[in-house]
């Protein structure tokens, strides 16, 4: 007997959610893994790449240390150069493109109703949504900063309300005073338990992240020092390394936030709940309209 596919549009409570999560990732490991590298993969490996480079300087000290000389302090100049800003606007680009490219797959998913969507469908979608959620999202952190400078409670509070913000302008299709409108309704009783999702799924994602990254990278690492013997070599490709296999288990986040806006979409709307009544309507008439018949 095939194994159900996972419903979208239902009521999930807190170890719901993360059932499902991992159920969706099981049945949709390939696709979804191929969608979400073919896709936002190239703004991984670009920032992966300048992270690395920038970390990289900082072998000069560690070589420094380790022939046990006077470690040369470095300026503002060489901490804070154009590469520092380079890797600062492609972590928020590849921030961006990863949860847009989960959610692309989400939304296909949902359209072909269970289907596992195609690398040209996931990307139709995210080539659409892709500057829009990037352009739409830089006032939501603004806002978000500005309240946990202030004052720490109020950014935690806004961050919780704006989480699924990316989501709604994608599956709902909204304008940003749509979206920014609808999170407020959506986490209206609802702050405790959407707090409670985000913070264990971000923290299954990190620390995932960082058993398997750190193992990785320490094997290249060690690799890459036998055959350089350069340190600066090592830190560089060590940080790239890591960051790519880190951001992978980052799909774990995403897919919980999606499946958490559903929850609190249809808690909201009732939208599923009205779909399978009309179904069954539907099938109700079908079968009167046979026993007339007959």
């Known amino acids: 007997m095939a194994e159900q596919k996972v419903e979208l549009r239902k009521i999930r409570d807190f170890s719901d959610n993360l059932n499902d999560t991992i159920l969706f990732i099981r049945q949709n490991f390939k696709p979804l893994l191929t969608g979400f590298l073919s896709t936002a993969g190239i703004f991984m490996l670009t920032s992966a790449i300048l992270n690395g480079l920038y970390q990289s ?8 240390i380790f022939n046990r000389s006077t470690p040369t302090p470095m300026s503002p100049g060489e901490l804070f150069n154009t590469n ?15 949860q847009v490219a989960v959610i692309s797959y989400i939304k296909v998913y949902e359209i072909k109703n269970g289907e596992a969507p195609t690398i040209v469908e ?17 006032p939501i952190v603004i806002l978000i900063g500005l309240g946990l400078i202030l004052c720490f409670i109020p950014g935690i509070y806004l961050w919780v309300v704006f989480v699924p913000f990316s989501v709604i302008l994608i599956i ?7 979206a920014y409108d609808r999170c407020f309704r959506l986490i209206k009783n609802n702050f405790w338990i959407s707090l409670g999702i985000y913070f264990l799924t971000y923290l299954i994602a990190a620390f995932s992240s960082s058993i ?13 020092y036998f055959t350089t013997k350069n ?17 992978i288990f980052y799909i774990v986040f995403y897919l919980s936030v999606c499946l958490h806006y559903f929850n609190l979409a249809e808690k909201y709307d009732g939208t599923g709940m009205m779909r399978k009544l009309d179904s069954l309507g539907g099938n109700d008439q079908n079968f009167d309209n046979t026993q007339e018949q007959y």
């Not at 900082?58 to 420094?64: A, H, S």
């Not at 996931?122 to 830089?138: A, N, P, T």
């Open 57 to 64: 300087q900082f072998g000069v000290l560690l070589q420094q």
């Open 84 to 98: 520092y800003f380079l890797v600062l606007i492609f972590a928020w680009l590849n921030y961006v493109a990863m």
């Open 122 to 138: 996931v990307w139709d979608v995210f080539k659409r949504y892709f500057l829009k959620v990037f352009f739409y999202s830089i």
């Open 172 to 178: 709902e299709e909204e304008t940003f005073g749509g």
């Open 212 to 224: 398997i990254s750190v193992v990785v990278g320490g094997i290249a690492g060690l690799i890459s």
């Open 231 to 247: 340190i600066n070599t090592t830190v560089g490709i060590v940080t790239s390394i890591l960051d790519i296999f880190g951001l």
